[in-house]
Each structure stands twice: as structure tokens, then as C-alpha cells.
């Protein structure tokens, strides 16, 4: 089976509201994690990652969550505007693996 | 900013023809990557290549598929005999080392088999 997934597959939020975005993953062993966005029509964009040796990461209006006590992941994004509309995906990174994505969940930006 | 490059956009073809995608990597990374997607599904892996060689592939990546780097620039996936379950959006992607998660990817070429 899959070692990675998400909880839920729509979000909408109201523009200038925060968005948390969750993922599961299942692999102890999985040491590096990823969050892409992927814009209708294009291919997925990095945006932040984490390694299994920390527990959150900042980046530019976006925050990255480890906990590996429940083997769970976060994307938070703060001040969330239209843009932001995408469908986001968690993928896990062990060693040398390829990356494995998660099945994507979709954020709706309300205006 | 560099990007991933992937010709054509779209693809349309009868089932049992073979198909070319091209792409062309980040001229100065050294991993090269194929991934799909089903529409509304999630990117699945196809294959990795280095050094002339391909690295690691998925059990999607049978003997119908093959990866091609025929000159310092281009990167190919070859279908040799498309089936209807092979249509799905292809992505490329390259990296500058193995062991990341940051991959740069194309903007894909959506490949429908009738």
C-alpha cells in the first residue's frame, strides 16, 4: 500500500484566513517529507520540505509540521490568498527512494 | 529562473502506436524523472535515470516503456505500444542530486489514447 496520504481531499478558506493542510504517512522509516503545489495545468511545485530531525520549518508564509510520534504532517499557510488555490501534496523521501506522493488535497481561496 | 521543458503539450494517439515525450532537464542538473498522472489521481512514479542509466523504476514502468537521453539535452520516455490505461498526464523532472525531494518538474504532456 501507499506510505503516504492525506486526510482531506477539499479545503475552501476565506481569503485572508490561515489554511492547515494535514498528511499521514505510515513508512517509520521515511526521514525526509515534501509539500508540492500543483497549479491547474502545470506540474507540481516544491515548496517546502522537512527532514525527520526536526519538527517545523518556516518558510515564506508557510509553516511545516513534524510529528513523528503519530507519523503526521502539516502544511500551514498563512494570510492565504487567491493564488494559493492548488491542489497540494504531501511526498515522503527515504534515502535514496524515489519520492511518493501522497493523493492531493484541493484548496479553494473564497474571495 | 531555469525550468523543465516537455514537448508536446498534447499527445493523441491510437492504441497499440508508440509515442515519443521529450523533455529537457535543468541544463545543469544530473537526475532525470518520469511521473504520471491519472486525471484526479495522484503523480505516481515512473523511473528515475543517471548517468546514462536508469536508476530505479516502478512496476508501472514495464517492458512497453523506455527512457532515452540522446544527446546532452534531451530526456525522452517511449511508449512502444500505447494501451487505453497509459492515458494520463506525463511529467518530467529533474534534480540536482538524488537524495532530495526538490524536484523541478514540467508542465507536462498530456497523452490521450483512444
Known amino acids: 500500500g501507499e506510505s503516504v496520504g492525506l486526510h482531506l481531499p477539499t479545503l475552501s478558506v476565506q481569503e485572508g484566513d490561515n489554511s492547515i493542510i494535514n498528511c499521514a504517512y505510515s513508512n517509520s522509516a521515511s526521514d525526509y517529507f515534501i509539500w508540492y503545489k500543483q497549479e491547474s495545468g502545470k506540474g507540481p511545485q516544491f515548496i517546502i520540505d522537512?527532514?525527520?530531525?526536526?519538527d517545523k520549518r518556516q518558510g515564506q508564509r508557510v509553516t511545516v509540521l513534524l510529528n513523528k510520534t503519530v507519523k503526521h504532517l502539516s502544511l500551514q499557510i498563512a494570510a492565504t490568498q487567491p493564488g494559493d488555490s492548488a491542489v497540494y501534496f504531501c511526498?515522503?523521501?527515504?534515502?535514496?527512494?524515489?519520492?511518493?506522493f501522497g493523493k492531493g488535497t484541493r484548496l479553494s481561496v473564497i474571495a | 529562473e531555469p525550468e523543465v521543458t516537455q514537448t508536446p503539450s498534447h499527445q493523441v494517439t491510437q492504441m497499440g502506436q508508440e509515442v515519443i515525450l521529450r523533455c529537457v532537464p535543468i541544463?545543469?542538473?544530473?537526475?532525470f524523472y518520469w511521473y504520471r498522472q491519472i486525471l484526479g489521481q495522484k503523480v505516481e512514479f515512473l523511473v528515475s535515470?543517471?548517468?546514462?542509466?536508469?536508476?530505479?523504476k516502478s512496476e508501472i514502468f514495464d517492458d512497453q516503456f523506455s527512457v532515452e537521453r540522446p544527446d546532452g539535452s534531451n530526456f525522452t520516455l517511449k511508449i512502444r505500444s500505447t494501451k487505453l490505461e497509459d492515458s494520463a498526464m506525463y511529467f518530467c523532472a529533474s534534480s540536482e542530486a538524488l537524495a532530495t525531494g526538490k524536484l523541478f518538474f514540467g508542465s507536462g504532456t498530456q497523452l490521450s489514447v483512444l
Open positions: 511526498a515522503e523521501n527515504s534515502g535514496n527512494t524515489p519520492l511518493v
Open positions: 522537512i527532514r525527520s530531525n526536526m
Open positions: 541544463s545543469n542538473h544530473l537526475y
Open positions: 535515470f543517471y548517468n546514462n542509466e536508469i536508476s530505479e
